[in-house]
């Protein structure tokens, strides 16, 4: 017995660990065609949110279908450890236990950490279980284990000893909540209200002063210079003279340089060299002074001289304050400025000067360029191919190590003013020995410091098999499939990857790039917890079903655009489901007899097989430009019309009866391709409907079924049956009109003309219409006078006799409204037809179309002021 309603809850579980049990997920190079995927890795502080559902949707819907092909299909799976937002967790976690993380050795802090990892670490991914994600989990990954830490090692030495890797004195991006550096990938810049400073400096040995504007006095004790430029008529007499800096009294050199613009504030500039890398670089062209002011928590640190160990904005208050009261404040204004916060913690970023260890970018930076340009790595959508080699172009050095204890220690040993870079200590010391015999493994030490998490992330494609160790698994896997992506980390992930596939296997590390949009609400906001606007998405999963969660994320999802998310389109997949199950009730409620399938039945079911055809064409292109929204959405068009609407109509035995066994097998036929159509997209109910549909044999699921492939079809038959459906449409519309009722059978006929015959002599096209209808004849005539109501289809002239007199005024009323319609229409296509360059620039068979269409039109037009003579008695 058929539950009466669809439960989610009952079959996901139960099939998902079905598949589980019979390893469906899993994969070992064998003869077949590989296709493989790598998840981008989440953070393993993460829990599902609807950006993952969408990426992961994405990835199962593909890797699904490619297992349906018979391609041995591969999803890896795994976590990223995720260096600053995972040691701000184990912080957290400590400080409510009452540790501070300054209270324990690196050892001891590592040993909290992994304990937390292991609790945590892992529930996203149980999580994606619950979408249906069909990841090889037995080939899980962590950026952290062993096999992926030791890559990470083998990747710095390597490039460390062909040159391509150093250590450098430059201005960093810092984080003075992480208290780590940042790669310019990890700060988000955006504009922000401020207020803009006009400071007096005072001229040494005179009672003028210069104005320089700022948005940042607690700066102002770092200054160690003013610079003007050296072409601004204004400040030429300055040359050679000194200022006085503000409250600090120190004593500094006007500088003249070409940076400077003119044309901003005063056209004078304070010189922070500590705390701007503009600033540095001046500095670094005149030998000025460097006086960093900060701490590295942001707090002002011995050399600033005022406000020692108080925060940063809280003394851009006071500081402002003690200028005011000095005197030294021409103007105070409100001011838009760009300010760069941690993609992490969101603080405010300082540029430090700091020691820290970099990737050569442009020396990796040739090979992923071109292959992206000449598309040996397709990106979908294009458009992203040009914001793509802007970055290249403009690429700078990767800034990779981060002050943190949690992640991948630099493999730098440093004896005295020497450093060793080798993958393990006892290498390190040999090298060292080599240059020095005397020294011991106690004498050497090795780097604080860890690698930035993107490091390790870089490497994915090729790690997640072994690649610097199991060559056999590599070569049939790599390159991977496609990747699926944000356009966000274009830069931070997916440009590193291509550098990384060149650099140590000489080839792109996947073949096409899918970029997938930003989930928003239905306003275009971006989804925030802030905001509220965030649903809760295993919630979704529990309200509405996995598969009408999959549904309603794909349903609006254009290819590359953001996702407009809303409930109700959840809400609709799960109706979806409901309208797929009610029809599978319906087919399993038929009871069968010998009987011969009627010509009608007959016809329905070959319209059908012809437009799956059509449909599994149509879903193949759509696959191949990843319009994966289009896809299912043509796949619902037809389950919901032709199918449930349609063509069970056609089909259904009256109430009573029974129905040919042959027409029940049909159904059951098509049945059973639409399962494996839906299949990728809405895994679970497929699924569920597959083996209800009939007994099957053990291996026999869906999950394994042959997709459907593009096969040829009859369009002639299809439209005879289009127009079917348009005719039984209009008739009802006549009947609903004329309140005429269902039961009362009437009389139709076709004007004669060649389509109309063909119509008629179509086998089981006479019976279908009469039985949708309630027809009791139909027929052809060559009277174009008869009474009754008209309509058009196609081109053909309809007649519906009507035992009642008719609304001449109203019929009339109806037929100019179309009539104005049509001639619309017709003047809308000759205008296309009339323009020479899209007759000359497009594709023969669209202007073909046109033509057609306009031909179409023309005759409707012909017809329809026939029916309005006719009905006048003209």
């Not at 400040?235 to 940076?259: E, M, Q």
């Not at 590295?296 to 006071?318: C, H, L, N, P, W």
């Not at 037809?638 to 027409?663: H, N, Q, R």
């Amino acid at each position: 017995m058929i539950s009466p309603r669809y439960n989610p809850a009952d079959v996901e579980s139960k099939w998902y660990q079905y598949w589980l049990d019979k390893r469906y997920f899993h994969s070992e190079p064998d003869e077949r065609e590989a296709f493989s995927i790598v998840i981008p890795p989440p953070n393993v502080t993460g829990v599902l949110h609807m950006g993952h559902m969408l990426n992961n949707t994405i990835q199962d819907i593909l890797i699904r279908k490619a297992r349906m092909e018979g391609k041995n299909a591969c999803w890896v799976p795994g976590t990223d450890h995720a260096s600053i937002a995972t040691e701000a967790k184990v912080v957290k976690m400590l400080r409510e236990q009452g540790i501070k993380k300054g209270d324990l050795t690196r050892e001891q802090f590592l040993e909290y950490a992994w304990q937390w990892k292991d609790k945590y670490g892992g529930i996203i991914l149980e999580q994606l279980q619950k979408l249906g994600a069909s990841c090889d989990w037995e080939r899980t990954a962590f950026t952290m284990d062993e096999v992926r830490s030791a890559a990470v090692i083998k990747v710095f030495v390597d490039l460390y000893h062909k040159g391509k890797l150093y250590r450098g004195k430059r201005m960093v991006n810092w984080d003075p909540e992480a208290k780590t550096v940042l790669s310019n990938e990890e700060v988000i810049y955006s504009m922000e209200q401020s207020r803009l400073y006009h400071v007096k400096y005072r001229i040494e040995g005179s009672d003028d002063y210069l104005i320089i504007a700022t948005t940042r006095p607690e700066t102002i004790p770092g200054d160690t210079a003013v610079a003007v430029h050296p072409d601004d008529p204004r400040y030429a007499h300055l040359k050679g003279k000194k200022v006085i800096v503000p409250i600090i009294g120190r004593v500094v050199p006007v500088i003249f340089d070409s940076y400077v613009d003119m044309e901003f504030g005063t056209g004078a500039l304070k010189v922070t060299p500590a705390h701007d890398t503009n600033d540095y670089e001046i500095g670094e062209r005149h030998q000025l002074e460097i006086v960093d002011v900060f701490n590295e928590d942001g707090t002002m640190s011995s050399a600033s001289a005022v406000y020692q160990g108080e925060d940063r904005f809280v003394v851009r208050k006071k500081f402002a304050k003690d200028l005011e009261a000095a005197d030294l404040i021409e103007k105070i204004e409100d001011y838009q400025n760009n300010v760069g916060r941690s993609e992490r913690t969101n603080s405010v970023v300082e540029p430090r000067l700091s020691l820290q260890w970099y990737v050569d970018m442009k020396a990796l930076a040739g090979p992923a360029l071109e292959s992206v340009m000449n598309d040996e790595v397709d990106f979908y959508p294009k458009n992203q191919k040009n914001i793509y080699r802007h970055w290249m172009e403009n690429i700078r050095d990767w800034c990779i190590s981060r002050q943190l204890w949690w992640g991948h220690r630099i493999p730098a040993y440093y004896y005295g003013d020497d450093v060793f870079v080798a993958e393990t200590p006892e290498a390190a010391l040999k090298m060292a020995q080599d240059k020095y015999p005397e020294v011991q493994s106690a004498d050497l030490r090795q780097d604080e410091d860890v690698l930035d998490t993107w490091f390790s992330s870089w490497l994915w494609p090729i790690s997640v098999f072994d690649g610097f160790n199991d060559k056999k698994q590599l070569d049939y896997y790599y390159p991977t499939s496609v990747l699926v992506t944000g356009w966000d980390i274009i830069f931070l992930w997916v440009a590193r990857m291509i550098m990384a596939g060149y650099e140590w296997e000489g080839k792109r590390p996947f073949k096409d790039v899918y970029f997938t949009g930003m989930v928003r609400d239905k306003l275009r906001r971006k989804m925030s917890k802030s905001l509220g606007n965030s649903p809760d998405a295993l919630k979704l999963i529990e309200d509405y079903g996995a598969d009408g969660v999959r549904f309603g994320m794909l349903s609006c999802s254009p290819a590359g655009g953001d996702l407009l998310f809303d409930e109700k389109l959840v809400e609709q997949g799960r109706n979806f489901c409901n309208k797929i199950w009610n029809a599978l009730r319906l087919v399993e409620s038929w009871e069968t007899s010998d009987a011969p399938a009627s010509e009608g039945s007959t016809l329905a079911y070959e319209w059908m097989q012809n437009k799956l055809h059509a449909l599994a064409g149509e879903v193949d292109k759509n696959f191949k430009e990843y319009r994966l929204s289009e896809a299912l959405i043509s796949i619902y068009s037809f389950v919901w019309t032709d199918f449930c609407s349609w063509y069970l109509e056609m089909v259904k035995p009256e109430y009573g009866e029974k129905i040919a066994d042959e027409t029940k097998r049909s159904t059951i036929v098509l049945f059973d391709q639409i399962c494996a159509l839906l299949h990728p997209f809405m895994p679970f109910i497929t699924e569920e409907i597959w083996h209800i549909l009939r007994p099957r044999a053990e291996g026999d699921d869906c999950i394994m079924s042959a997709y459907p492939k593009p096969l040829s079809f009859n369009q002639n038959l299809i439209d005879k049956v289009e127009q079917l459906k348009d005719i039984v449409t209009n008739i009802r519309d006549v009947r609903n009109k004329n309140g005429v009722k269902m039961k009362d059978a009437l009389a139709f006929l076709m004007i004669d003309s060649d389509r109309s015959t063909a119509l008629m002599v179509e086998p089981g096209w006479k019976e279908l219409c009469a039985r949708l209808a309630n027809l009791k004849s139909i027929e052809v005539t060559s009277d174009e006078k008869i009474a009754g109501v008209g309509f058009i289809s196609g081109t053909e002239k309809c007649v519906v006799v009507l035992d009642q007199a008719l609304d001449i005024d109203a019929e009339l009323a109806e037929k100019q409204k179309e009539l104005e319609y049509q001639q619309g229409f017709v003047k809308s296509v000759q205008a296309k037809l009339s323009n020479e360059r899209f007759v000359n620039g497009a594709p023969a068979t669209v202007v073909e179309k046109e033509r057609a269409k306009l031909a179409d039109g023309q005759e409707r037009v012909r017809i329809l002021e026939q029916e309005i003579l006719r009905l006048k008695g003209i």
